[in-house]
Every structure is written in C-alpha cells, then in structure tokens.
C-alpha cells in the first residue's frame, strides 16, 4: 500500500483553490461588465491551477524518495499548467489574439508530464511482464484515441491552419493518454478502486474532455467568454489536486477481482479494435471529409488491429506459459505436500514450540508443542493473535519483539516466562524471531521457535552465582583489612592474605608450612592459650582479645577469631583464623573516653564553681566576723579555723577534679566500691541542681572489684548527667544512688552468659523524670544516639559506659517507662583479692626551721608574700623573687646563703624545671621542691626526671610543706 503525506497546509492550498473557483464562477453569471466577466474568469482559472500546482509540490516534498520519483513530473506539470493560465491572463489583458499563443505550449505540458510521472510510479513498482503489458494497452488505446479526435476534429477544421489543428488535437490527445495510462494500471496491478484513484482519473478525463468541447467552441467560432462552461477546466483540475491530497493506492487481493482484471485485459484489445472501426466509419461516411482523414482513420485502424495482435499473442504466451507453470505447480504441489508432510511430522516431534505470523500478528501455523502452550488446536489458533489468547500486557510484549524483529530484517533473541494452558506449568524460554520473506522480497511475517531453558538457566544462575561467590570471597580475603590464616589441623599455615604481611611484617614464602605460635608474644600465660586449643579443636568457634607479636619483635594488641572447617565427614580440615590489629581502635576508644570525659567534666566544673561561690561565701562571713570581733581571740580562732576547713574542702573539690580529668586510662586494679561510689557522688552531687533531691544508699558489706576506678567514675557521672537531663519539669525530682551485693539467680545467667561469676555488685542510678519509650530502649546504647535536643550532649554518655562495663566483664540493663522514670543498672562482679589501694595519708606536724636560707619563687604575689611569712615564722631565711629570670639573678648573688629551692612550675619568661636546670649548673646539689596549681601527674615538669627533687601540689598544708623541706634539708 503507498499513502502520500497530508499536512494543513495541503488542505489550505486546496480550500483556498475551491473558494476562489467558487468565487470566480458565481462573479461570472453575476457581472453585467465584459471587463468583469473577464477578471472573474480568470480568477477561477489561475485560483484552481496554482492550487493545484501548490498541492503537487506539498505533497512531492513529504513523499518517499521513491514516490518523489513520480510525483516530480506530476508536479511538474501542474505547474505548467498553472504558468500556461498566468500567461492566458496576460495575453487577455494585452488583447493578444494569435493561436497557437505562448500559453498553449504551458497548457500542453499537463498531459504528457503527468504521463511520464505514472510511467515512473510503473517502472518503480511493477515487473517486466506488467509494464509490458501497460504499454502495449496504452499505445493501442491512444492510437484508437487519436484517429477517432481526427474523424471528429477535421469535419469542423474550416480555414484552421495545420499547426493549430494539431496543438487542438494535443490538447484532449495527451491528457485522454495519461487518464488512459492510469486506467491500464487499474487491472494490470490489481489496484483496489478507491476514491483517489477514481477522482484523478475523472480530472484528467475532464481535462480532456473540456479542451476537446473548447476547441469545438473554437471551430465553430462561437464566443466562450463567460460561458458556465468555463468553470468545467477548474473543476477538472482541482479533481486531481484533490486526488493527489487524499492519494490512496493499494493492491486488491481478493480473488474475485482478479478475474475481473483478467477479463477486463482480455477484452482490452477487442475494444480497441471496435473503437478503431468505428473511427474508420466515421471517416467514410461524414460528408466533405478530406481523402486524407480517410487514409489516417484507415492506417489508425490497421495499426490499432497489428497492436491487439501483439498484445493478443502476448496474451497467448502468457497463457502457454501459464499451462506449463500450473503443470509444474501441480508436480511441485506434490512434492511440496510430501515435503510439507515431513516438515509437519518433524515440527510435531521436536519439543520446541515454532510458530508462524503474518506481519499483523495473526497466526499462520503451529506445532503441537506450542498447541500445548495456549491449550488449543493449531486449527482453533490460525487466524487468531496472542490479545485472544493471554493477558494485553504480554501480549503488547510478544508484539513488540514481533515488530523489532521486522524492522531489524533480521533475527531478534529474547528470554520470557511461558505458562501453559494446558498443566499450568510455567517455565523460562529462549525465544527466536526470524522474518520471513517470499521470492520476490514481499514480507510474509515472522517465524518464532521457543526452546525451554529452565533448568539450563537454573544451572548458569547456580554456576554463576558459585563463581561470583568465590569470586567475591577471594577478593574479600585478598582486599580485607583483617589477618586471615588457614591452617591445617597442626596449626601449619596454609594461607595468609596481604594484610597478614602489612601487619605481622612476614611474607607469605616466610610463613607457609610454618606454626602459627611465630606470632606467640608469651604476654598470655599458658593457661589461656589450652583454653583456646581447647576450645576449637571442640568444634567450636573462640573469640578475644591478646597480644601477638610481630616480625621485627614488636607487640601488638589484636582481636581474634578462630573458627574449625569441618570436611563432609565432619571432621576438622582447617582452622580460619581472623586477626584484627586494634591498636588505633584502642586509641580511638581512648580519644572517645576522652572527648566524653572532657563533657562530664565541663558539667561538673559548673557544679563545681557553685559550690566554690558558696565556700567564698562563707569564708567572707568568717573573715567579716573575725573582723568584728578583732578582741575575741577565741571567736577569731574559730573562724580561723572555719576559714582552713572550708579551704582545705576546697582543696578536696579541685584534686578529685584533677583526679577525673587525667587523660590516660589506667590498667585495672582492685578498689574498695563503697568508698568510690561516696566519692563519685560527692563528684556529681555538684552538677545536680538545688531543686533535685539526691539520695545515696550503700550497703554496709565492702565490696571488692577490680576496674578502672576513674573510668567507673565516668560511667556513674554519665547516667547521673543523664537522670538530671530527665528531670526538667518534674514536680519533686529525685535521683537516688544504690549499692548492693547482688547473687545472680540461673535466669539472669541465661540472659547474660558473658558473665563468669554469680557473685556481682549491683550499682543503681534511678530518677522519677520522663522515662523513655520502649521502642527507643534498644538504641539507647548506640554510638552518637540521643533522646536529647540539638546541642546537648554528644550521644557518647551511655555508648561509651556500655563499652566501659562490658569490658570489665559486666553488664548494665535499663528499665523505663514514659512518665515514670528510669532506673540503669550495673552488674561488676566481685573481686576475691584483698589487695586494697592504700589509704589517704595523714597531714603531718607542722615543723620549725633554723635559719636555712629558702628562695622563694612564684609570679602570684599573693601566694608568694603569703607562703614567706609562714617560712620566715617557722624560722627560715626567705629570699622572694617574682619569676624564674628574677630568681636566678638572686640566686647568683646569694649562693652561699641559699640552701633550698621552693618554686612554682608555671611562671612567665623562665618556669620552674627551667629555673632547675640554670641553678643546677651553679650547684648540682641543691634540693628543690616544684609545686603547681595543676595535676601534678600530668605537669611539664613530671614528664623530665629532676633528681633530689620533691612536688607539692596547689593548694598545700603547711604541714606538709615543712615536711617536705625538712626531709630536703636532712
């Protein structure tokens, strides 16, 4: 089937012809004035052949290359045809009269380019025997045609000169050709008849037929100006504009018009041939017709009879040929029954399901395999499309891939889920689409053979997904940050991976075949390392933590896992050991600790400075009463000693403060748990508000455990901190400390199978505030987790006592409720060791001195003044400077009268341990005495070792400062 494209601006250019023919004819039979008349008849004229010539143009530039071939000379003469009218409104309007004028050889263009245009839709679209036979229909008709305009014509010629005779004759000749030419197509190709076809044979039959009336006009001499006969030209060629904007043509395959058509060629030439004797009558019988339109009529009929021969044994040719092709298509039809029947017994006995459609999807044939698949007979399939068999979607699907193999020209794969009508079995197939093409190129549609790969597929996936796991875990041992080692069941190493080398320092050729106990850093005693044996070559797996040792003899700390491979007999093949170096974790956890520690103290410096306020507050009233009663010796010394108490508590408040805030984490040792949870709360009974009642209960048996003690301080200030957080907007807060021995009961030990002793202290920290849901309950430990609002806290409190706890071989469970509170719980068990870190010293008695010469040095002049009149009252010589440059210069003045050292570490321009090493270049003897307002344990002058040399930490008694210079002194 051919379609030529239509656009808007096709149908604009034809409407605009039609109106303006309208137009043109109605201001014909309406004007009175020649002038007029003439103006509206030329308006239908040139309206309908420019619109005519416009549509041929439009529908030339949207057409196939092929088409394009045919539409050019269409066009073409069209245009013509419409340049032929322009020249016509000239000539009219410059009163020329000659005939033939330059206008008619425009107007004859239109027939013979319209002939060429059909000539090469033909040569492009039909087979030799066709065209053949289309030229011979044609040149018969056309001679036929010319000798009966010549019998018709030349009665009228009167005075007509031969030249003009002729381009009258043309005119109906080459137009009635082209209508002819068109008309042959019709039963030589099958063509279907349709509108278009119909309409653009009646315009050039129209064509032909007006010129023929005008010229008989012509002949006659009768005027044509104004004529209604006139708008029969426009009409004719807007017939074919319309044509050619709705140009439908397409093969007809019904059987019963192509006997029509064979007909209809049949009795072609018997026609013609009637035509022709008609034309010869005419030319003898018509009164005063010329002897040569006789002999023209005569040789017009012997040519016409000499063409029907040829195309009549054309015709008995063809027939000849037709009996042998139908003799050898019965012999091949028998063969091809035979080669069918095969083919058939071979498409029914193969597994696969084969499949035959035409290009519209509708099925020509089938196996019984594919019977099987839609649950029906190949007969009850034929005819029908997968929309009458399966759902729209799958069956949009077999379309697309349908059409896809059509456009490709070549054959498409595709995988698809099948599921059978008949047993419902659903499988995967590999399907084949192939077009398939008849002798002469036509299309016939597609050949489709589906192969079951289920199980074949099953297979790949299981091949597949075997080889990407051993792929995967070849490059996870091989890219793994952890050791990895296998080994035989002798501990032989088998295997190691690059990061055993990056760790360990060994190569993999340095540890193959060797024992694993290369790594031995004999940190553990031989009692762990039988457990460990002990425990896999059990069967089962054995996780913690120890200290390997690596090539070049340095320690490092690891995690460890080792796990048994067991063989299909279930014996031990292997051990796969996992080694994880956690010594930057180690740090890390250190750095965490740290930054978690640094919040609670920040929370306790505020508690802290509240409690300082109040113990400026009472040392102001003590030295304002003692003031008042200057005469009072005793109430003086009262207040007096008020006034040392509370400073001495003060001093008490910034070393327990200092102690928390060491940076380091200590190794565990065994603690009296009753005296660090009195001194924990003392701690963080400073960052509780006023308004919070906070009680404290501790059972009266001593209970032992073995931790770090700083670290448990943390973990009992966290879940402090965090009972304070939830009590904001509680009406009676309260947050109550409790210690308790605790014996675990068998449920608790089947809950917590970590734990390694039943004899436990349990350490509360409950508070009556919001509670928590119990949804977030199972969060509340995870890193960087919190309930709080932006800003307050760092999500580390709980993760990091979690952590703290766990790793002392305890645990810490949580009960809550929304609205009423929370209680944490901490389980340590109890430490059998009687080992108890030593009690606090007592201050010692004040002792005298006897006129030893002390440099005194410190930049707080207060300190400074303060601290020498106590030495000057104790009986020693005070030699006072405000720095360590100061001091110096002092001491080189008065060194023979200098026998001790008493500095503070941090001063400007010179510190104390500076001041040390300058002084000790003059006498390497002299004793020295450093104290600092800092931690002493982690002071500048404590990380250098400074021989004879004592540290007194701010604030001191005097007391112990006189001890201190009397041990120095003796």
Sequence with gaps: MKTFPRSSNIYVALFAGIACTLIGTIGIRLAHDPVWIRIFDNLHWTASTSAAAVVAWLVFKRAEPDDAKGLFWIALGLSGYAVGQIFWDIQAATGYTNFPAPSDI???????????????????????????????????????????????????????????????????????????????????????????????????????????????LALDGIAIDGSWFNPSFSAAVLLIAVALARWKVEVNPAPEWD????????????????????????????????????????????????????RQGTLMKERDELVALQKALIESQGQLVKEQGQLKTLLSTIPDLVWLK????????????????????????????????????????????DLAAMETKGSRINEEWLTFADDSYRGLFETIKTPMYDNHGSLIGVLGIARNITERKQ????????????????????????????????????????????????????????????????????????????????????????INRRKDGSFFPAMISIAPVFNDEREIAHY???????????QLEQQLVQIQKMEAVGTLVGGIAHDFNNMLAAVQGNLYVAKKAIDDKLTIAEKLENIETLVGHAAGVVRQLLSFAKRDITEAEVINLNRLIEEGFSLARSTIPENIQHKLQICEEQLNIEVDPVQLQQVMINLSNNARDALEGADQPLIEWRLEHYVADEPFMNIHPDINSRELAKISVSDNGSGIERERLGSIFDPFYTTKEEGKGTGLGLAISFSTVQRFGGVIEVDSMPGRGTTFEVYLPLSQSSQIEPAAETEPVLASGNQEGILLVDDEEHVRSTTAEVLRDLGYRVFEAGDGEQALALYQEHADEIDLLLSDVIMPKMGGPELVEAIRRIDPEIPVILASGYDQDNSASRKRVIENCRFLTKPYSFERLGNYIQQMLS
């Design 459 to 546: 297979a790949q996936d299981e091949i597949l997904a075997q080889q990407q796991e051993l792929s995967r875990l070849s490059q996870a041992l091989q890219q793994a940050g952890e050791c990895i080692i296998i080994t035989s069941p002798d501990a032989e190493i088998e295997y190691v991976n690059p990061a055993f080398s990056e760790i360990t320092g060994y190569t993999y050729d340095e540890v193959m075949g060797r024992k694993t106990s290369l790594l031995k850093s004999n940190q553990q005693d031989a009692s762990f390392y039988r457990e460990l044996w002990q425990t896999i070559t059990a069967g089962r797996k054995w996780e913690g933590n120890l």
């Design 106 to 216: 425009f107007y004859l263009l239109l027939g013979p380019l319209v002939a060429v245009g059909l000539f090469r839709e033909i040569a492009s679209y039909t087979t030799p025997a066709q065209r053949k036979t289309i030229w011979l229909d044609t040149a018969t008709l056309t001679v036929v045609l010319l000798t009966l305009v010549l019998a018709l014509y030349l009665p009228k010629r009167g005075e007509t000169d031969w030249l003009s005779m002729l381009v009258l004759v043309a005119y109906p000749t080459t137009l009635l050709t082209a209508a002819i030419t068109a008309l042959t197509m019709l039963p030589t190709l099958r063509l279907r008849i349709n509108t278009s076809l119909l309409l653009f044979i009646s315009g050039l039959v129209a064509t032909g037929m007006s010129w023929m009336h005008w010229n008989f």
């Design 576 to 586: 796969v050991a996992i080694i994880k170096d956690v010594t930057e974790l180690k």
């Design 259 to 310: 006997r029509v058509c064979e007909s209809a060629l049949r009795l072609l030439p018997l026609i013609t041939v009637v035509i022709a004797s008609v034309s010869v009558v005419l030319s003898h019988t018509l009164a005063d017709l010329p002897y040569f339109v006789q002999v023209v009529a005569d040789t017009g009929a012997v040519v016409v009879v000499v063409l029907s021969m040829i």
């Design 358 to 401: 035409d290009a519209d999807g509708v099925y020509l044939s089938c196996n019984r395999s594919f019977e099987k698949l839609y649950g029906c007979s190949e007969h009850e399939i034929v005819g029908k499309s997968d929309y009458d068999f399966v759902s729209s979607e799958q069956a949009d699907s077999f379309r697309q891939h």
